[in-house]
T-cell receptor, first 118, second 112 residues
Framework: NAGVMQNPRHLVRRRGQEARLRCSPMKGHSHVYWYRQLPEEGLKFMVYLQKENIIDESGMPKERFSAEFPKEGPSILRIQQVVRGDSAAYFC????????????????FGQGTRLTVV | KQEVTQIPAALSVPEGENLVLNCSFTDSAIYNLQWFRQDPGKGLTSLLLIQSSQREQTSGRLNASLDKSSGRSTLYIAASQPGDSATYLCAVPTGTASKLTFGTGTRLQVTL
């Protein structure tokens, strides 16, 4: 049972380009979470998705950032027209299906994608 | 709004020492608390998950305690080794499922 897979591990983009970060959850997990870790800062929640649905995007910047989790394939975090301030490590986590509204599931993290904007 | 604080921010100890890392949170209505380890330039490794109904959880040389009423958790590392050098993060779920609020971490250096 492979863990959470993120690719690429490292991504370099010039200012103004688009960045696409991919996340494949653990087998059997249908919930995906994206977090961002800016240099010398803690991890901050960005967005929570289930298959074909965005459940909570309260941590997403209002512009240039979008996320999807299609029925087939990995979750994608897309950053349009990247700027230097987008340079960070982006982590994806997955968890099993929620059977009740209140749950105690454990989150499993991928190795992250380190985005550098030059 | 949940806020998670970790003290100390950095810690350097000689090999073999027992040490305690602290985590505090402002909203005690949590379902669980999770401790992670992060090595430089790497991802997060889950160390321990304590459910809200538990007071302690142990894994090898690691022991985590949880006191919900006071909003605190501690991670105890026994007989520290250089391989324990890393940043240790605590996190609590906020609202939905596994949406986590992280502390700022404790950077641990274990010296020979």
């Amino acid at each position: 049972n492979a863990g959470v897979m993120q690719n690429p591990r490292h991504l370099v983009r010039r200012r103004g380009q688009e960045a696409r970060l991919r996340c494949s959850p653990m087998k059997g997990h249908s919930h995906v979470y994206w977090y961002r870790q800016l240099p010398e800062e803690g991890l901050k929640f960005m967005v929570y998705l289930q298959k074909e649905n965005i459940i909570d995007e309260s941590g997403m910047p209002k512009e240039r950032f979008s996320a999807e989790f299609p029925k087939e394939g990995p979750s994608i975090l897309r950053i349009q027209q990247v700027v230097r301030g987008d340079s960070a490590a982006y982590f994806c986590a997955s968890s099993p299906p929620v059977l009740r509204r209140v749950t105690n599931t454990e989150a499993f993290f991928g190795q992250g994608t380190r985005l550098t904007v030059v | 709004k949940q806020e998670v604080t970790q003290i100390p921010a950095a810690l350097s100890v000689p090999e073999g020492e027992n040490l305690v890392l602290n985590c505090s949170f402002t909203d005690s209505a949590i379902y669980n608390l999770q401790w992670f380890r992060q090595d430089p330039g790497k991802g997060l490794t889950s160390l321990l998950l304590i459910q809200s109904s538990q007071r302690e959880q142990t894994s090898g040389r690691l022991n985590a305690s949880l006191d919900k009423s006071s909003g605190r958790s501690t991670l105890y590392i026994a007989a520290s080794q250089p391989g324990d050098s890393a940043t240790y993060l605590c996190a609590v779920p906020t609202g939905t499922a596994s949406k986590l609020t992280f502390g700022t971490g404790t950077r641990l250096q274990v010296t020979l």
